[in-house]
């Protein structure tokens, strides 16, 4: 099965605004466009992943992701992170109607295709499926077979409302790069002991996150 991934992205201007305290407002655009860049990298080299949709309004970001392979497309409805993703989602589904879509955190630095691929092999067998992330509280990826609405609740308490919405957890363990996004100083610390990939380290260099 042949997946399509949708990842929404902030302008960076605007993204990863808990990073300040560990990373200041002028390093932090360019740690979100990282982030993002080693999250479409990773999840291109996947071997489940047919294409990526990006939906960003960020001229930047469209510019630099669109020359790792993703189609960036505006955020349309303008009218939040559920609505961008369930627009990514009727884009892919127009050109491919019986397209698998999954909805990505565009914050997985650390990502590793071998552990998206066994994910999205587990969530091939239901309708629609989830991974919780490290903290156990919200989302990293949201799965939708051929058939499926992705029907996205991101936001606070996204795995009990990704739950209640009838889509199956997926149990698995060894997934810790697909689980590790990052928001704070103490994320990107677990990120780096997964290892960073190419695009955050190098932005990362050198950075000093405050204990």
């Given at each position: 099965?042949?997946?399509?991934l949708?990842i929404p992205?902030k302008p ?7 990073l ?10 360019a740690?979100?466009l990282a982030?993002?860049?080693d ?6 080299a ?8 990006v939906v960003?309004?960020d ?7 669109a020359?790792?392979g ?12 559920n609505a ?13 109607p ?6 990505l955190?565009?914050?997985?630095p650390?990502?590793?295709p071998a552990?998206?691929?066994r994910a ?5 067998e239901?309708?629609?499926?989830f ?9 990293t990826?949201?799965t939708?077979?051929p ?5 996205p609740r ?10 209640a919405?009838?889509?199956r ?9 697909l ?7 103490d994320?990107?610390?677990?990120a780096?002991?997964?290892g ?5 380290a190098?932005?990362?260099a050198?950075l000093?996150?405050?204990?």
């Amino acid at each position: 099965m042949q997946w399509t991934l949708v990842i929404p992205l902030k302008p960076l201007a605007r993204a990863k605004s808990r990073l300040t305290p560990a990373a200041g407002d002028g390093l932090r655009p360019a740690l979100a466009l990282a982030f993002a860049e080693d999250t479409v990298a990773a999840a291109l080299a996947c071997a489940a992943v047919r294409d990526v949709v990006v939906v960003t309004d960020d001229a930047r970001a469209g510019r630099a992701l669109a020359a790792l392979g993703a189609r960036p497309v505006p955020d349309a409805p303008a009218a939040g992170l559920n609505a961008a993703l369930a627009h990514g989602a009727d884009l892919a589904r127009g050109a491919r109607p019986d397209a698998p879509v999954a909805a990505l955190n565009a914050d997985l630095p650390a990502l590793r295709p071998a552990e998206l691929v066994r994910a999205l092999d587990a969530a091939a067998e239901f309708p629609r499926a989830f991974l919780p992330d490290a903290a156990g509280i919200g989302t990293t990826l949201l799965t939708a077979a051929p058939g499926s609405e992705l029907d996205p609740r991101f936001g606070a308490d996204s795995r009990a409302r990704h739950t209640a919405s009838g889509a199956r957890e997926l149990p698995l363990v060894d997934v810790a790069s697909l689980r590790q996004d990052v928001d704070t100083g103490d994320d990107l610390r677990a990120a780096l002991a997964l290892g960073l990939g190419p695009h955050t380290a190098a932005v990362a260099a050198g950075l000093l996150i405050p204990d």
